[in-house]
T-cell receptor
Framework: GNSVTQMEGPVTLSEEAFLTINCTYTATGYPSLFWYVQYPGEGLQLLLKATKADDKGSNKGFEATYRKETTSFHLEKGSVQVSDSAVYFCALRRGGGNKLTFGTGTQLKVEL | NAGVTQTPKFQVLKTGQSMTLQCAQDMNHEYMSWYRQDPGMGLRLIHYSVGAGITDQGEVPNGYNVSRSTTEDFPLRLLSAAPSQTSVYFC???????????????FGEGSRLTVL
């Protein structure tokens, strides 16, 4: 079946540090890949997505590239801010429906 | 901009009690779904619906019922609550028709349920 594996957190960084959150997936064919973010006390919201191999999704300074050869979709940001503190979920969608398979989430804490 | 609205936000139940978590969306989305969020397990799909009158099971449907009598509403019923159902529940919706379907799910703010 489909599955998503994320690095365990929490990840604690100083402001302006470089961020990488690893995500790998298992799925047949060519899934669409997503990163969702959950701020404290809120629901999840879409951060970025990629629908085919070598696509790069980007938003709010975050980027992730769909790597078919390594089945990965790592999230990166060049300079994190305290306001980026949240839980980040990697997810995939396989097929035409909208059932998403989520990873376990990675908590990011950014300190001054 | 109401989006996806869930009620209640917090609920405490005793084992064996029943209750309904309400979910409503005002975006005319065809697709609606319920997830539960547990530490170390991410989000798991409970039930989903692709339109009024159509529901189907997700990954962890046992102990939960759903119905979809209107496009807007998708309530989740716990028939006889158990401590294992202590969790945070999220309702999510999206478009399904190809041209509007970006794959993005729109989430409610969640309902925290504790079963004693």
């Amino acid at each position: 079946g489909n599955s998503v594996t994320q690095m365990e957190g929490p990840v604690t960084l100083s402001e302006e540090a470089f961020l990488t959150i690893n995500c790998t997936y298992t799925a047949t064919g060519y899934p669409s890949l997503f990163w969702y973010v959950q701020y404290p006390g809120e629901g999840l919201q879409l951060l970025l997505k990629a629908t085919k191999a070598d696509d790069k999704g980007s938003n709010k300074g975050f980027e992730a590239t769909y790597r078919k050869e390594t089945t990965s979709f790592h999230l990166e940001k060049g300079s994190v801010q305290v306001s980026d503190s949240a839980v980040y979920f990697c997810a995939l969608r396989r097929g035409g429906g909208n059932k998403l398979t989520f990873g376990t989430g990675t908590q990011l804490k950014v300190e001054l | 901009n109401a989006g996806v609205t869930q009620t209640p936000k917090f609920q405490v139940l005793k084992t064996g009690q029943s209750m309904t978590l309400q979910c409503a969306q005002d975006m005319n989305h065809e697709y609606m779904s319920w997830y539960r969020q547990d530490p170390g397990m991410g989000l798991r799909l409970i039930h989903y619906s692709v339109g009024a009158g159509i529901t189907d099971q997700g990954e962890v449907p046992n102990g939960y019922n759903v119905s979809r009598s209107t496009t807007e509403d998708f309530p989740l019923r716990l028939l006889s609550a158990a401590p294992s159902q202590t969790s945070v529940y999220f309702c999510a919706s999206s478009y399904l028709k190809a041209r509007a379907n970006t794959g993005e799910l729109f989430f409610g703010e969640g309902s925290r349920l504790t079963v004693l």
